[in-house]
Protein backbone atom coordinates (compact mmCIF):
# COMPACT_ATOMS: atom_id res chain seq x y z
CA UNK A 1 0.00 0.00 0.00
CA UNK A 2 2.97 2.26 0.92
CA UNK A 3 4.55 1.78 -2.53
CA UNK A 4 1.11 1.99 -4.44
CA UNK A 5 -0.61 4.65 -3.14
CA UNK A 6 1.96 6.57 -0.75
CA UNK A 7 -0.79 9.49 -0.17
CA UNK A 8 -3.57 6.81 1.39
CA UNK A 9 -1.17 5.63 3.08
CA UNK A 10 0.17 8.69 4.58
CA UNK A 11 -2.85 9.81 5.50
CA UNK A 12 -4.00 6.63 7.06
CA UNK A 13 -1.56 3.74 8.17
CA UNK A 14 1.29 6.25 7.94
CA UNK A 15 -0.14 8.14 10.74
CA UNK A 16 0.36 5.44 13.60
CA UNK A 17 3.83 5.74 13.14
CA UNK A 18 3.55 9.51 14.63
CA UNK A 19 2.26 7.49 17.97
CA UNK A 20 4.03 4.56 18.35
CA UNK A 21 7.63 5.46 17.73
CA UNK A 22 7.50 8.19 19.75
CA UNK A 23 9.71 11.39 19.46
CA UNK A 24 12.95 12.38 18.74
CA UNK A 25 15.31 15.18 18.72
CA UNK A 26 13.56 18.20 20.26
CA UNK A 27 10.50 16.67 20.41
CA UNK A 28 11.71 14.70 23.06
CA UNK A 29 11.74 17.71 25.14
CA UNK A 30 8.07 18.06 25.12
CA UNK A 31 6.70 16.71 28.26
CA UNK A 32 3.27 15.03 27.47
CA UNK A 33 5.16 13.73 24.19
CA UNK A 34 7.96 11.81 26.08
CA UNK A 35 7.87 8.43 26.71
CA UNK A 36 6.31 6.60 29.74
CA UNK A 37 8.94 5.44 32.72
CA UNK A 38 8.15 3.92 35.71
CA UNK A 39 8.60 7.30 37.89
CA UNK A 40 5.62 8.97 35.67
CA UNK A 41 3.43 5.99 35.56
CA UNK A 42 3.81 5.98 39.15
CA UNK A 43 2.92 9.68 38.89
CA UNK A 44 -0.24 8.57 37.08
CA UNK A 45 -1.37 5.05 38.39
CA UNK A 46 0.58 4.46 41.18
CA UNK A 47 -0.05 0.81 42.09
CA UNK A 48 -2.88 -0.05 40.18
CA UNK A 49 -0.23 0.28 36.77
CA UNK A 50 1.38 -2.99 38.46
CA UNK A 51 -1.78 -4.13 39.16
CA UNK A 52 -2.77 -3.93 35.34
CA UNK A 53 -0.44 -6.07 33.92
CA UNK A 54 -1.74 -8.98 36.49
CA UNK A 55 -5.14 -7.93 35.32
CA UNK A 56 -4.00 -8.40 31.76
CA UNK A 57 -2.29 -11.93 31.83
CA UNK A 58 -5.79 -12.62 34.01
CA UNK A 59 -7.85 -11.70 30.67
CA UNK A 60 -5.53 -13.08 28.57
CA UNK A 61 -6.07 -16.57 30.71
CA UNK A 62 -9.97 -16.38 30.65
CA UNK A 63 -9.63 -15.99 26.80
CA UNK A 64 -7.58 -18.98 26.64
CA UNK A 65 -10.13 -20.79 28.92
CA UNK A 66 -13.04 -19.26 26.93
CA UNK A 67 -13.32 -16.86 24.17
CA UNK A 68 -15.66 -14.25 24.30
CA UNK A 69 -15.88 -10.90 21.86
CA UNK A 70 -15.87 -8.49 25.32
CA UNK A 71 -13.04 -10.03 26.68
CA UNK A 72 -11.25 -10.04 23.18
CA UNK A 73 -11.85 -6.96 23.07
CA UNK A 74 -10.67 -5.96 26.28
CA UNK A 75 -7.22 -7.47 25.97
CA UNK A 76 -6.45 -6.43 22.34
CA UNK A 77 -7.91 -2.83 23.62
CA UNK A 78 -6.01 -2.40 26.37
CA UNK A 79 -2.56 -3.83 24.74
CA UNK A 80 -2.45 -0.83 22.08
CA UNK A 81 -3.76 1.92 24.15
CA UNK A 82 -0.53 0.58 26.38
CA UNK A 83 1.88 0.83 23.95
CA UNK A 84 0.42 3.93 22.51
CA UNK A 85 1.32 5.30 25.84
CA UNK A 86 5.01 3.89 26.31
CA UNK A 87 5.62 5.86 23.56
CA UNK A 88 3.85 8.93 24.51
CA UNK A 89 2.88 9.83 28.07
CA UNK A 90 0.33 11.97 27.27
CA UNK A 91 -1.89 8.55 26.17
CA UNK A 92 -2.26 7.57 30.33
CA UNK A 93 -5.40 9.96 29.67
CA UNK A 94 -7.10 6.93 27.70
CA UNK A 95 -5.10 4.05 29.50
CA UNK A 96 -6.62 4.90 32.61
CA UNK A 97 -10.14 3.27 31.44
CA UNK A 98 -7.84 0.11 30.85
CA UNK A 99 -6.41 0.27 34.53
CA UNK A 100 -10.08 0.60 35.50
CA UNK A 101 -11.47 -2.46 33.17
CA UNK A 102 -8.19 -4.42 34.02
CA UNK A 103 -8.72 -4.02 37.73
CA UNK A 104 -12.44 -4.23 37.70
CA UNK A 105 -11.80 -8.01 35.47
CA UNK A 106 -9.41 -9.07 37.69
CA UNK A 107 -11.34 -8.86 41.02
CA UNK A 108 -14.79 -9.66 39.82
CA UNK A 109 -14.20 -13.23 40.40
CA UNK A 110 -11.19 -13.58 43.17
CA UNK A 111 -11.62 -17.19 43.77
CA UNK A 112 -10.76 -17.59 39.98
CA UNK A 113 -7.71 -15.88 40.29
CA UNK A 114 -6.62 -17.68 43.31
CA UNK A 115 -7.12 -21.09 42.36
CA UNK A 116 -3.77 -23.06 41.79
CA UNK A 117 -1.59 -20.75 43.32
CA UNK A 118 0.87 -21.94 45.44
CA UNK A 119 3.13 -20.25 48.23
CA UNK A 120 6.09 -19.91 46.01
CA UNK A 121 3.86 -17.54 43.85
CA UNK A 122 3.11 -15.41 46.68
CA UNK A 123 6.48 -15.41 47.51
CA UNK A 124 7.35 -14.75 43.66
CA UNK A 125 5.03 -11.78 43.87
CA UNK A 126 6.17 -10.11 47.31
CA UNK A 127 9.69 -9.98 45.57
CA UNK A 128 8.51 -8.28 42.10
CA UNK A 129 6.52 -5.72 44.50
CA UNK A 130 9.37 -5.09 46.07
CA UNK A 131 12.39 -4.66 43.93
CA UNK A 132 10.33 -3.00 40.98
CA UNK A 133 6.95 -1.32 42.42
CA UNK A 134 7.07 -0.09 45.73
CA UNK A 135 8.71 3.61 45.08
CA UNK A 136 11.52 5.14 46.17
CA UNK A 137 11.61 8.29 48.03
CA UNK A 138 12.25 10.47 46.01
CA UNK A 139 8.83 10.13 44.05
CA UNK A 140 6.85 8.95 46.63
CA UNK A 141 3.42 10.50 46.37
CA UNK A 142 4.01 12.81 49.24
CA UNK A 143 7.43 14.36 47.09
CA UNK A 144 4.76 14.26 44.56
CA UNK A 145 2.41 16.61 45.74
CA UNK A 146 5.34 18.91 47.57
CA UNK A 147 7.63 18.94 44.58
CA UNK A 148 8.78 22.11 43.76
CA UNK A 149 7.59 23.85 47.34
CA UNK A 150 6.36 27.42 46.57
CA UNK A 151 7.51 27.50 42.75
CA UNK A 152 4.54 29.16 40.39
CA UNK A 153 4.31 29.25 36.47
CA UNK A 154 4.27 32.87 36.74
CA UNK A 155 0.85 33.38 34.94
CA UNK A 156 -0.27 36.23 36.46
CA UNK A 157 3.28 38.66 35.17
CA UNK A 158 2.79 36.72 31.57
CA UNK A 159 -0.82 37.95 31.88
CA UNK A 160 0.14 41.50 32.76
CA UNK A 161 2.58 41.67 30.23
CA UNK A 162 0.25 40.74 27.48
CA UNK A 163 -2.31 42.50 28.25
CA UNK A 164 -0.33 45.65 27.98
CA UNK A 165 0.84 44.55 24.61
CA UNK A 166 -2.92 44.21 23.67
CA UNK A 167 -3.34 47.95 24.88
CA UNK A 168 0.25 49.32 23.87
CA UNK A 169 1.35 48.07 20.63
CA UNK A 170 0.20 48.93 17.13
CA UNK A 171 -3.43 47.10 16.40
CA UNK A 172 -2.18 44.32 13.67
CA UNK A 173 -5.36 44.79 11.11
CA UNK A 174 -6.95 41.69 11.48
CA UNK A 175 -9.97 41.45 13.50
CA UNK A 176 -9.13 38.43 16.53
CA UNK A 177 -13.32 37.31 16.01
CA UNK A 178 -12.72 36.94 12.89
CA UNK A 179 -12.60 33.74 10.43
CA UNK A 180 -9.48 33.07 7.61
CA UNK A 181 -9.07 30.67 5.05
CA UNK A 182 -5.96 28.65 4.51
CA UNK A 183 -4.05 29.99 1.68
CA UNK A 184 -3.21 27.18 -1.58
CA UNK A 185 -0.38 24.70 -0.45
CA UNK A 186 3.39 26.37 -0.77
CA UNK A 187 1.79 30.15 -0.65
CA UNK A 188 1.70 32.80 2.55
CA UNK A 189 -1.35 34.61 3.91
CA UNK A 190 -2.08 37.38 2.67
CA UNK A 191 -1.30 39.67 5.39
CA UNK A 192 -2.49 43.05 5.37
CA UNK A 193 0.69 46.08 6.13
CA UNK A 194 -0.11 46.65 9.15
CA UNK A 195 0.13 42.99 10.65
CA UNK A 196 3.68 41.86 12.65
CA UNK A 197 4.34 39.09 14.31
CA UNK A 198 6.03 38.24 17.85
CA UNK A 199 8.66 36.13 18.77
CA UNK A 200 8.60 33.73 21.79
CA UNK A 201 8.93 29.61 22.21
CA UNK A 202 6.27 28.01 20.56
CA UNK A 203 4.83 27.19 24.40
CA UNK A 204 3.45 30.87 24.65
CA UNK A 205 1.66 31.18 21.35
CA UNK A 206 -1.55 30.45 22.27
CA UNK A 207 -1.24 32.59 25.01
CA UNK A 208 0.07 35.52 22.99
CA UNK A 209 -2.97 34.94 20.69
CA UNK A 210 -5.44 34.67 23.51
CA UNK A 211 -4.49 37.24 25.91
CA UNK A 212 -2.01 39.29 23.75
CA UNK A 213 -4.91 40.22 20.70
CA UNK A 214 -1.19 39.39 18.77
CA UNK A 215 0.29 37.12 15.97
CA UNK A 216 3.08 34.23 17.22
CA UNK A 217 5.87 33.81 15.34
CA UNK A 218 5.63 29.62 16.69
CA UNK A 219 2.86 27.79 18.67
CA UNK A 220 1.65 25.18 20.22
CA UNK A 221 1.02 23.41 17.03
CA UNK A 222 4.40 23.56 16.64
CA UNK A 223 4.46 25.67 14.22
CA UNK A 224 7.05 28.44 13.65
CA UNK A 225 10.13 26.08 15.49
CA UNK A 226 12.32 25.87 12.84
CA UNK A 227 15.93 24.43 13.36
CA UNK A 228 16.37 21.20 12.97
CA UNK A 229 19.25 19.36 9.68
CA UNK A 230 18.86 22.24 8.22
CA UNK A 231 18.53 24.96 10.82
CA UNK A 232 15.25 26.48 9.23
CA UNK A 233 14.05 30.06 10.37
CA UNK A 234 12.40 30.17 13.66
CA UNK A 235 11.80 30.17 17.02
CA UNK A 236 14.66 27.61 17.97
CA UNK A 237 17.33 29.24 15.57
CA UNK A 238 16.19 32.88 16.51
CA UNK A 239 16.55 32.50 20.48
CA UNK A 240 19.79 30.66 20.09
CA UNK A 241 21.47 32.83 17.53
CA UNK A 242 24.71 33.92 19.08
CA UNK A 243 25.11 37.51 17.63
CA UNK A 244 22.28 40.33 16.72
CA UNK A 245 23.01 39.87 13.44
CA UNK A 246 22.74 36.32 13.28
CA UNK A 247 19.39 37.03 15.11
CA UNK A 248 18.42 40.04 12.75
CA UNK A 249 18.60 37.53 9.57
CA UNK A 250 16.42 34.66 10.72
CA UNK A 251 13.58 37.60 11.41
CA UNK A 252 14.12 38.66 7.51
CA UNK A 253 13.84 35.38 6.82
CA UNK A 254 10.41 35.19 8.10
CA UNK A 255 9.51 38.67 7.02
CA UNK A 256 6.45 39.30 4.62
CA UNK A 257 5.34 42.33 3.05
CA UNK A 258 8.54 43.44 2.64
CA UNK A 259 8.97 43.97 6.45
CA UNK A 260 11.08 41.51 9.06
CA UNK A 261 8.84 38.37 10.23
CA UNK A 262 8.14 40.06 13.81
CA UNK A 263 8.05 43.26 15.60
CA UNK A 264 8.14 41.96 19.05
CA UNK A 265 10.06 39.74 21.19
CA UNK A 266 8.54 38.30 24.40
CA UNK A 267 10.42 36.54 26.66
CA UNK A 268 10.18 35.24 30.46
CA UNK A 269 13.20 33.71 32.80
CA UNK A 270 12.09 30.49 32.34
CA UNK A 271 13.14 30.79 28.65
CA UNK A 272 16.17 32.65 29.98
CA UNK A 273 17.21 30.40 32.70
CA UNK A 274 15.48 27.08 32.92
CA UNK A 275 14.82 26.11 29.14
CA UNK A 276 17.64 27.28 26.65
CA UNK A 277 18.88 24.03 25.85
CA UNK A 278 15.50 23.06 24.83
CA UNK A 279 15.55 25.52 22.06
CA UNK A 280 19.44 24.01 21.05
CA UNK A 281 18.31 20.99 20.86
CA UNK A 282 15.12 21.60 18.47
CA UNK A 283 18.14 23.46 16.24
CA UNK A 284 20.06 20.24 16.73
CA UNK A 285 22.99 22.57 18.13
CA UNK A 286 22.74 21.05 22.17
CA UNK A 287 26.51 20.99 22.79
CA UNK A 288 28.39 23.29 24.44
CA UNK A 289 25.58 25.02 26.64
CA UNK A 290 26.97 23.96 29.93
CA UNK A 291 30.45 23.04 31.30
CA UNK A 292 32.11 21.78 34.68
CA UNK A 293 34.49 23.60 37.08
CA UNK A 294 35.65 23.03 40.51
CA UNK A 295 34.94 25.25 43.40
CA UNK A 296 35.65 25.11 46.77
CA UNK A 297 33.13 23.64 49.41
CA UNK A 298 34.12 23.30 52.95
CA UNK A 299 37.50 22.90 52.76
CA UNK A 300 37.31 20.68 49.91
CA UNK A 301 36.71 21.25 46.07
CA UNK A 302 33.34 20.20 44.28
CA UNK A 303 32.34 19.92 41.25
CA UNK A 304 29.47 21.79 40.10
CA UNK A 305 27.47 22.72 36.58
CA UNK A 306 27.11 26.02 35.31
CA UNK A 307 26.27 27.81 31.78
CA UNK A 308 29.07 28.27 29.10
CA UNK A 309 29.81 31.86 27.32
CA UNK A 310 27.79 30.14 24.48
CA UNK A 311 24.78 30.32 26.95
CA UNK A 312 25.18 33.79 27.84
CA UNK A 313 25.71 34.82 24.34
CA UNK A 314 22.59 33.72 22.80
CA UNK A 315 19.63 36.05 21.96
CA UNK A 316 17.53 35.13 24.44
CA UNK A 317 20.74 35.90 26.80
CA UNK A 318 21.38 39.66 25.41
CA UNK A 319 17.86 40.13 25.59
CA UNK A 320 16.54 38.58 29.29
CA UNK A 321 19.25 38.84 31.15
CA UNK A 322 21.21 41.85 29.88
CA UNK A 323 17.77 43.76 29.13
CA UNK A 324 19.40 44.12 24.99
CA UNK A 325 22.52 46.18 26.59
CA UNK A 326 24.21 46.69 23.35
CA UNK A 327 21.94 45.85 21.41
CA UNK A 328 21.52 48.17 18.34
CA UNK A 329 18.03 47.07 17.11
CA UNK A 330 16.04 45.97 19.93
CA UNK A 331 14.49 47.86 22.61
CA UNK A 332 12.75 46.88 26.16
CA UNK A 333 9.34 48.50 26.22
CA UNK A 334 7.74 46.59 29.44
CA UNK A 335 8.84 44.55 32.34
CA UNK A 336 6.69 42.75 34.93
CA UNK A 337 7.29 42.63 38.17
CA UNK A 338 9.85 39.96 39.40
CA UNK A 339 8.71 36.80 40.56
CA UNK A 340 11.80 34.67 42.26
CA UNK A 341 9.28 32.12 43.24
CA UNK A 342 8.86 30.76 39.38
CA UNK A 343 10.68 28.28 37.79
CA UNK A 344 13.21 30.63 35.71
CA UNK A 345 13.14 33.80 38.15
CA UNK A 346 14.23 31.75 41.24
CA UNK A 347 17.86 31.37 39.11
CA UNK A 348 18.07 34.80 38.06
CA UNK A 349 20.29 35.93 40.66
CA UNK A 350 22.58 32.77 40.78
CA UNK A 351 23.09 33.25 36.80
CA UNK A 352 24.05 36.82 37.28
CA UNK A 353 26.62 35.86 39.58
CA UNK A 354 28.20 32.92 37.54
CA UNK A 355 28.23 35.87 34.84
CA UNK A 356 30.30 38.33 36.79
CA UNK A 357 32.52 35.86 38.37
CA UNK A 358 33.44 33.80 36.07
CA UNK A 359 32.99 35.63 32.63
CA UNK A 360 34.13 38.99 34.10
CA UNK A 361 30.73 40.22 33.60
CA UNK A 362 29.35 43.22 35.22
CA UNK A 363 25.44 43.06 35.72
CA UNK A 364 23.80 43.84 38.80
CA UNK A 365 22.60 41.04 40.53
CA UNK A 366 19.17 42.00 40.73
CA UNK A 367 15.76 40.43 40.31
CA UNK A 368 14.45 41.92 37.04
CA UNK A 369 10.70 41.53 34.87
CA UNK A 370 9.95 37.97 35.03
CA UNK A 371 8.33 39.19 31.58
CA UNK A 372 9.89 41.36 29.65
CA UNK A 373 8.63 43.02 25.61
CA UNK A 374 11.14 44.14 23.70
CA UNK A 375 10.44 46.04 20.48
CA UNK A 376 12.51 45.50 16.72
CA UNK A 377 13.53 48.96 15.70
CA UNK A 378 15.98 50.11 13.01
CA UNK A 379 17.40 52.41 15.10
CA UNK A 380 18.56 55.97 14.89
CA UNK A 381 21.87 56.28 13.58
CA UNK A 382 24.02 58.54 15.17
CA UNK A 383 27.34 59.44 12.79
CA UNK A 384 29.99 61.92 12.24
CA UNK A 385 33.53 63.23 12.47
CA UNK A 386 35.76 61.76 15.57
CA UNK A 387 39.54 60.93 16.08
CA UNK A 388 40.49 57.73 15.65
CA UNK A 389 39.45 55.57 18.65
CA UNK A 390 36.98 54.27 21.16
CA UNK A 391 33.28 55.97 20.82
CA UNK A 392 30.95 55.22 23.81
CA UNK A 393 27.31 56.24 24.06
CA UNK A 394 25.66 55.34 27.14
CA UNK A 395 22.02 56.40 28.99
CA UNK A 396 20.19 55.56 31.82
CA UNK A 397 17.12 53.45 31.34
CA UNK A 398 14.21 53.35 33.56
CA UNK A 399 11.57 50.39 33.18
CA UNK A 400 7.69 50.90 34.28
CA UNK A 401 8.65 49.83 37.82
CA UNK A 402 11.41 51.71 38.53
CA UNK A 403 14.35 49.67 37.83
CA UNK A 404 17.28 51.53 36.26
CA UNK A 405 20.01 50.01 33.98
CA UNK A 406 22.81 51.04 32.03
CA UNK A 407 22.43 51.05 28.25
CA UNK A 408 25.89 51.30 26.57
CA UNK A 409 27.48 50.78 23.15
CA UNK A 410 30.95 51.59 21.69
CA UNK A 411 32.91 51.39 18.46
CA UNK A 412 35.68 52.32 16.90
CA UNK A 413 36.30 55.69 14.86
CA UNK A 414 38.56 55.07 11.73
CA UNK A 415 39.74 57.32 9.19
CA UNK A 416 38.20 60.43 11.33
CA UNK A 417 34.36 58.89 11.36
CA UNK A 418 32.31 56.74 13.52
CA UNK A 419 28.73 55.34 13.59
CA UNK A 420 26.04 54.23 15.63
CA UNK A 421 22.99 52.76 15.79
CA UNK A 422 20.65 53.05 18.94
CA UNK A 423 17.05 51.42 19.59
CA UNK A 424 15.90 54.17 22.47
CA UNK A 425 14.49 57.61 22.13
CA UNK A 426 14.91 60.15 24.66
CA UNK A 427 11.57 62.52 23.88
CA UNK A 428 9.16 59.65 24.71
CA UNK A 429 6.74 57.96 22.61
CA UNK A 430 4.39 58.97 20.08
CA UNK A 431 0.57 59.13 20.67
CA UNK A 432 -0.03 58.54 17.06
CA UNK A 433 -1.32 55.37 15.12
CA UNK A 434 1.45 52.42 14.54
CA UNK A 435 3.80 53.62 17.48
CA UNK A 436 4.34 51.67 20.48
CA UNK A 437 3.08 53.64 23.69
CA UNK A 438 6.12 52.40 25.33
CA UNK A 439 6.66 52.92 29.37
CA UNK A 440 10.24 51.70 29.63
CA UNK A 441 12.35 54.62 28.12
CA UNK A 442 16.00 56.76 29.27
CA UNK A 443 15.58 59.29 32.11
CA UNK A 444 17.91 61.63 30.06
CA UNK A 445 19.68 62.22 26.57
CA UNK A 446 22.77 60.04 25.44
CA UNK A 447 26.14 60.71 26.44
CA UNK A 448 28.81 60.55 23.79
CA UNK A 449 32.12 60.22 24.73
CA UNK A 450 35.82 60.07 23.03
CA UNK A 451 38.48 60.68 25.24
CA UNK A 452 37.58 63.74 27.15
CA UNK A 453 35.23 65.32 24.79
CA UNK A 454 31.32 64.65 25.98
CA UNK A 455 28.38 65.67 23.73
CA UNK A 456 24.85 65.16 25.07
CA UNK A 457 22.78 63.61 22.34
CA UNK A 458 18.66 63.59 21.76
CA UNK A 459 17.17 61.19 19.52
CA UNK A 460 13.54 61.28 18.40
CA UNK A 461 10.84 58.14 18.34
CA UNK A 462 10.81 59.07 14.38
CA UNK A 463 14.37 58.53 14.17
CA UNK A 464 14.41 55.49 15.86
CA UNK A 465 11.66 53.95 14.11
CA UNK A 466 12.62 55.23 10.63
CA UNK A 467 16.07 54.41 10.49
CA UNK A 468 17.08 58.30 10.43
CA UNK A 469 20.77 59.46 10.72
CA UNK A 470 21.69 62.09 13.49
CA UNK A 471 25.08 63.81 13.27
CA UNK A 472 27.43 64.79 16.14
CA UNK A 473 30.59 65.45 15.23
CA UNK A 474 32.95 65.26 18.39
CA UNK A 475 35.98 67.27 16.71
Known amino acids: MRALLPE ?129 AEISIVKGITRGGSISEGYYEWHETMAWMRENTPDPGLDYYGTYEMPPPGEKYPYPETAYGVMSWWDYGHIITY ?55 ASNAYMAYAIQPVFAEWNLDSVGYYTQIQVPDGGEMTTVTIPTEKYYNTMESRLHIYDGNGLKHYRLVHESTPNPHTRGGNMETQYKYIYNQVYGGNLKIEESGYAKLFEYVKGAKITGNAPDGTITITN ?60 KVSVPEEAVMKGETITVNLI
Open 396 to 455: TIQTNIGRTFTYTQTTEAVNGTYTLIVPYSTEGPLQEEGYTNFDTKPVGTYTLQTGDKTI
Open 211 to 265: WGHRIPNANPFQAGIGGGEGHAPGASTYLTAQSEEEANRVLDALGVNGKPGARYV
Open 8 to 136: LYASSVGQFSFIFEGRTGGGLTIAEAMPMTAQRAWGNFTTLYYIAYAGMLYVGYRLFKESKPGTTLLLVWSIIILFIMLAQNRFAYYYAINVAKLEEAYNKNPADALKGIRIWHIIAVLIILAVFIYPP
